[in-house]
């Protein structure tokens, strides 16, 4: 610290004065102040988390934060969005609003050694014109097992992050990625030109001993433990509360510029180099390949050499540098030409099954798992493995007391790949499928051309907890802490037959089961009152239908965009549907007939839970008043609650934040605004009353809310059907 810093600290002193009143003018030598810490802080802030290189003792980066704490407390208007005390400042949200990506986030194709590799030096060749001898120029990259996010800067100030999402639309996260310290809030003047708009694509990740830190929390609370960093890091950036996400201490690393104004330079190389110089954190072992055979060797290189890492990383990302042959290159589909994801093979390991336990599914499926010795796999400790289904149990013969090698399906599930007979133990003896189920004790099954024996009473506790967990799971309708022991616990207490009953639940309900302090109660109910508005094709997935997947429900959804046409639809018509086909379509129909699922279903929508199709998320109209727009609701309204009036935004293609930033076009203010007026004030966003919103939207003034064809699809259903549920 210099002298000169020295002296201006002393000479500010914490007042002992009442805070200065909203909108009054701040003092000039405050606003240097004010600034010079923030400078500091940030700078300092870059020299710890981004560089690894820090140049003061954490005592004293503490006292200047105090500093600037005390001083923004006693001059509020002071506060500006990159101060670093604001960087888990903000409020919970009541939801997470949809965000359209500027520049869709693209998937990538995938290799899987090197011939395939070479194959895709091939394609690159073709598609410009050289020849097969030519060279091309490319850079490698590891492949970060996260969660990629959006980065949106405006004129080097960080102003909205978002989720890839399915790489049109994500979710917006912009303060809980506000609590990553490597993210600069305001970028550094260095390196080249910045433009004066761009989305900077990053991964959001966990370290292995933050990992380790967060699961061991978890397991002395009782709680669940994740399977992955990647899992931990994906929920922890979803969270409703950044509080919460600063507890993960998650992890940031950029990688690409997508949608930007302005100048930009002219390869991926000198793009990483940007990022770095002004103050991102990049991955330091990128490498320019001038050849396709120094990418191999690059991958070569990594295979073992990852296991090193302080992260998880399961290939390598190979891109072609030149940013004008990309242009030239284009894309196929979702999927550039000039990129490809090399992916290693799951890491393996051996260790010896205790014991064959039989799982319950929520389709009835008895799935047998080999639980094991402990074993450290791919940076966790595993214990169970799947073994699928009885033929698969039988083709690799697998018992009691065998050596077993598994490996991470997906570097995720751990299955067993081979027994190792010649360890086998004397005495073992093969497995036999239960003739009854074993957590009922009902009639099982194995209906002919199936594989899988199911458990056929539908009243079965354990169908009844996997039902209600996969609808709650994130695929789903993604109902936050809404984990196997609190489902575990509702099902066996009475409280949730089906899943409509959580959305009955009150505090009431959860405060008296174990684990539940006030927080986590106030956390669920949030998350529940969430997922009341979800897309179709999640609902469709989350109903537990037999044969219906994620995909299988996006085809059905794209073909049927409510649930009341897909009811009335003939069963050969469904099958008509690409990709779905008569199996599908038979357990699809014979769903929507079944009156026990339709009760089901008008309790949801009696509970409030509505639905919309994808097409529901994009512009209504060209050029309407609200698509595009981003709109902040402050205060209470009178004619609609704030939630009600975010969901009707972003059904008409706008955004709805919980924050005031320079990327909003309007404030609403109903009664007692507080602060993010003065805040819409001073960066010139336009504050609107709610009779100006809703002319501005086309509601009828006298109305209680958004009309019936502009809401939400709330859940439909046949006529005929309604009537059989309620005899």
């Known amino acids: 610290m210099t002298p000169d810093e020295t002296s201006a600290s002393a000479s500010l002193e914490p007042a002992d004065s009442a805070p200065a009143p909203p909108g009054a003018i701040v003092p000039p030598e405050i606003a240097a102040e004010a600034k010079r810490l923030r400078d500091w802080l940030n700078y300092h802030s870059h020299r710890y988390y981004v560089l690894d290189a820090p140049e003061v003792s954490d005592a004293e980066w503490d006292r200047r934060f105090r500093e600037l704490s005390d001083l923004e407390a006693e001059y509020p208007d002071a506060i500006t969005p990159d101060s670093p005390t604001q960087r888990i400042g903000a409020a919970p949200a009541d939801f997470l609003p949809a965000y359209s990506?500027?520049?869709?986030?693209?998937?990538?194709?995938?290799?899987f050694n090197a011939g395939e590799l070479v194959a895709f030096d091939g394609r690159v060749k073709r598609v410009l014109g050289l020849d097969g001898d030519a060279t091309v120029e490319y850079v490698t990259e590891l492949k970060m097992d996260g969660l990629a996010v959006?980065?949106?800067y405006e004129e080097g100030r960080?102003?909205?992050?978002?989720?890839?999402?399915?790489?049109?639309?994500?979710?917006?996260?912009?303060?809980?990625?506000?609590?990553?310290?490597?993210?600069?809030?305001?970028?550094?003047?260095?390196?080249?030109?910045?433009?004066?708009?761009?989305?900077?694509?990053g991964e959001v990740y966990m370290t292995r001993g933050e990992f380790a830190r967060l699961n061991a929390e978890r397991e002395t609370e009782g709680l669940p433990l994740f399977a992955n960093p990647r899992n931990a890091a994906a929920g922890g950036l979803r969270q409703l509360d950044p509080k919460l996400t600063a507890r993960r201490r998650l992890d940031l690393v950029c990688y690409e510029i997508g949608y930007h104004e302005g100048p930009l330079v002219e390869t991926q190389r000198e793009v990483l180099d940007a990022l770095a110089a002004w103050g991102f954190r990049v991955n330091p072992h990128a490498r320019l390949c001038p050849s396709i055979a120094e990418v191999v060797a690059f991958v070569e290189e990594w295979e073992t050499r990852r296991e090193t890492l302080e992260y998880e990383t399961d290939g390598v990302v190979v891109k072609v540098n030149s940013l004008a042959l990309r242009s030239e290159l284009g894309q196929v589909s979702r999927s550039p030409r000039w990129a490809i994801?090399?992916?290693?093979?799951?890491?393996?390991?051996?260790?010896?099954?205790?014991?064959?336990?039989?799982?319950?599914?929520?389709?009835?499926?008895?799935?047998?798992?080999?639980v094991m010795e402990p074993v450290a796999l791919g940076g966790v400790m595993v214990r169970r493995a799947?073994?699928?289904?009885?033929?698969?149990?039988?083709?690799?013969?697998?018992r009691v007391g065998d050596t077993v090698q598994i490996q991470r399906a997906g570097e995720v599930i751990p299955e067993v790949l081979e027994v190792l007979t010649t360890l086998r133990p004397d005495g073992a003896v093969p497995f036999v499928m239960p003739t009854e189920c074993p957590v009922c004790g009902g009639d099982v099954e194995r209906p002919d051309g199936e594989v899988v024996t199911r458990c056929i009473n539908v009243a079965c506790p354990a169908q009844r907890r996997e039902r209600i967990r996969h609808f709650a799971s994130r695929g789903a309708m993604d109902i936050e802490g809404m984990g196997p022991a609190l489902i575990a616990q509702l099902v066996d207490t009475g409280l949730v037959k089906d899943p409509s009953d959580l959305f009955t639940l009150t505090a009431d309900h959860l405060i008296p089961l174990e684990?539940?302090?006030?927080?986590?109660?106030?956390?669920?109910?949030?998350?529940?009152?969430?997922?009341?508005?979800?897309?179709?094709?999640?609902?469709?997935?989350g109903l537990s239908i037999r044969h219906v997947g994620e995909n299988v429900a996006r085809l059905l959804t794209a073909r049927y965009p409510s649930l009341q046409e897909l009811a009335q639809a003939p069963e050969d018509t469904i099958a008509a549907v690409p990709g779905v086909g008569p199996v599908i379509a038979a357990s699809v129909h014979a769903f929507f007939r079944e009156p026990h699922n339709l009760r089901m279903l008008d309790a949801l929508a009696a509970a409030g839970v509505r639905v919309r199709s994808e097409a529901e998320t994009v512009l209504v109209t060209e050029g309407g008043a609200i698509a595009g727009k981003s709109f902040v609701f402050t205060g209470t309204l009178s004619t609609m609650t704030r939630l009600e009036a975010e969901r009707f935004v972003i059904a008409r293609g706008g955004r709805a934040t919980s924050s005031v930033s320079k990327a909003t076009d309007y404030l609403v203010a109903g009664e007692k605004a507080g602060s993010k007026r003065a805040k819409a004030e001073q960066l010139g966003a336009l504050?609107?009353?709610?009779?100006?919103?809703?002319a501005l939207a086309g509601l009828d003034a006298s109305g209680v809310g958004p009309p019936e064809s502009a809401a939400l699809l709330q859940i439909p259903l046949p006529v005929a059907a309604s009537e059989e549920s309620a005899s």
């Open 515 to 541: 684990r539940m302090a006030e927080k986590s109660v106030e956390n669920a109910l949030s998350s529940i009152e969430a997922a009341k508005d979800r897309l179709v094709e999640r609902l469709l997935f």
């Open 150 to 152: 959006s980065l949106t």
């Open 687 to 694: 504050i609107l009353t709610e009779a100006e919103f809703r």
């Open 158 to 201: 960080f102003t909205l992050g978002a989720t890839r999402g399915n790489g049109s639309t994500g979710e917006e996260v912009t303060n809980n990625l506000k609590t990553i310290r490597s993210l600069p809030l305001i970028l550094r003047p260095e390196g080249p030109p910045q433009p004066s708009r761009m989305e900077v694509r």
């Open 101 to 111: 990506h500027r520049q869709p986030m693209l998937s990538l194709g995938n290799a």
């Open 386 to 398: 799947t073994l699928h289904n009885e033929d698969e149990i039988r083709r690799l013969d697998v």
């Open 341 to 370: 994801a090399f992916k290693y093979q799951p890491p393996r390991a051996v260790t010896r099954v205790e014991e064959i336990a039989v799982q319950v599914g929520r389709t009835g499926a008895l799935t047998p798992v080999a």
